[in-house]
T-cell receptor, first 114, second 116 residues
Framework: SQKIEQNSEALNIQEGKTATLTCNYT??????LQWYRQDPGRGPVFLLL?????KEKRKERLKVTFDTTLKQSLFHITASQPADSATYLC?????????????FGSGTRLSIRP | GAVVSQHPSRVICKSGTSVKIECRSL??????MFWYRQFPKQSLMLMAT?????????EQGVEKDKFLINHASLTLSTLTVTSAHPEDSSFYIC????????????FGEGSRLTVL
């Protein structure tokens, strides 16, 4: 079965540094890979989507890479701020496969200290 | 962006009672809605995929008779937890896509269910 793993349960970064979060998956590559932010007690909020034929995607201070050979996506937050502290979830969009669903990783809890 | 409203945000009920959670897409039509369950410090676990006008598709291990899903219109899906027990206490979140089979999910704010 398809598995998705976010390597770090928690990450503690000094303000101003770049935070890098990792997402690895097994079996077949999804057509899309998505990243979400979730604050405590709230629903996730979409951040970025990257397609299988894209290597990199940027949005303001966010950057996502997608390596279908390594079966890995990296999520970067540059010039990190305390307000970036949250749990970040990666998600495999398998709706074009026989799985027909979106599955989420366990998340990485990011803390940015002033 | 598209807005998904979920109600109630918190509910406390006695063991053995049933609880209904509503999920509405406010400014778009959602042919497909997803229901997730999340335990503390864990990820979202997909429970079922709800398609308007048809029966929901449940994930393996999810009891369809216990978690009743109805998607009667393009803007409303409901999840009813029947004969709730303390182990059903969790954070339930719905999500929807705005058109087609691609793109981001728009999530509701979640419903915290506590069964006494």
């Amino acid at each position: 079965s398809q598995k998705i793993e976010q390597n770090s349960e928690a990450l503690n970064i000094q303000e101003g540094k770049t935070a890098t979060l990792t997402c690895n998956y097994t079996n077949y590559s999804p057509a899309y890979l998505q990243w979400y932010r979730q604050d405590p007690g709230r629903g996730p909020v979409f951040l970025l989507l990257i397609r299988e034929n894209e290597k990199e995607k940027r949005k303001e201070r966010l950057k996502v890479t997608f390596d279908t050979t390594l079966k890995q996506s990296l999520f970067h937050i540059t010039a990190s701020q305390p307000a970036d502290s949250a749990t970040y979830l990666c998600a495999l969009d398998l709706r074009y496969s026989s799985a027909s669903k979106i599955i989420f990783g366990s998340g990485t809890r990011l803390s940015i200290r002033p | 962006g598209a807005v998904v409203s979920q109600h109630p945000s918190r509910v406390i009920c006695k063991s053995g009672t049933s609880v209904k959670i509503e999920c509405r897409s406010l400014d778009f039509q959602a042919t497909t809605m997803f229901w997730y369950r999340q335990f503390p410090k864990q990820s979202l676990m997909l429970m079922a995929t709800s398609n308007e006008g048809s029966k929901a598709t449940y994930e393996q291990g999810v009891e369809k008779d216990k978690f009743l899903i109805n998607h009667a219109s393009l803007t409303l899906s409901t999840l009813t937890v029947t004969s709730a027990h303390p182990e059903d206490s969790s954070f339930y979140i719905c999500s929807a896509t705005a058109g087609g089979n691609t793109g981001e999910l728009f999530f509701g704010e979640g419903s915290r269910l506590t069964v006494l």
